[in-house]
């Protein structure tokens, strides 16, 4: 059995659709969100791709981190939401990144933009 010549390169496809509308305006499967912070310029649209996993998508913040270079995402509600734990909520950012990253890492912050009634999906 042969095997096709190019079996040794492996097409990536990212699990989900990054798309980069504006300098702090992006996409991820048709959901915008807004960049509020890019420390380090920790945002890479194509590594975001490959690590966003849905369950994200029901927070109002998503927050990335690298160490070593991996990509490590984690959800934030917005504060005082009824159903989150106060750690939880975005205000202790700074205690995630105090207590869970590592010192000096490259971080970005995206902040779900919401939807207004009648808004088309590009």
């Known amino acids: 059995m042969t095997e096709p010549a190019n079996s040794a390169e492996t097409l990536h496809t990212p699990a989900h659709r990054v798309v980069q509308l ?3 305006l992006i996409q991820i499967d048709d959901v915008s969100y ?6 380090k310029d920790g945002f890479q649209a194509d590594a975001l791709g490959d690590s966003f996993v849905t ?5 109002d913040y998503i927050v990335g ?3 070593f270079d991996q990509l490590r995402l984690r959800g934030f509600y917005a504060d005082g939401h009824r159903h989150a734990n106060r750690d939880q909520y975005i ?3 700074a205690d995630y990144l105090y207590e869970f990253c590592n010192f000096g890492c490259a971080y970005f912050v995206l902040a779900k933009v919401p939807m207004t009634p009648g ?3 590009n």
């Not at 807004?34 to 420390?39: A, G, R, S």
């Not at 369950?55 to 927070?59: F, G, I, N």
């Open 22 to 24: 504006k300098e702090d």
């Open 34 to 39: 807004q960049v509020v912070t890019n420390h």
């Open 55 to 59: 369950l994200l998508s029901k927070y």
């Open 65 to 67: 981190d690298w160490g």
């Open 91 to 93: 205000s202790t950012l």
């Open 119 to 121: 808004q088309q999906l």
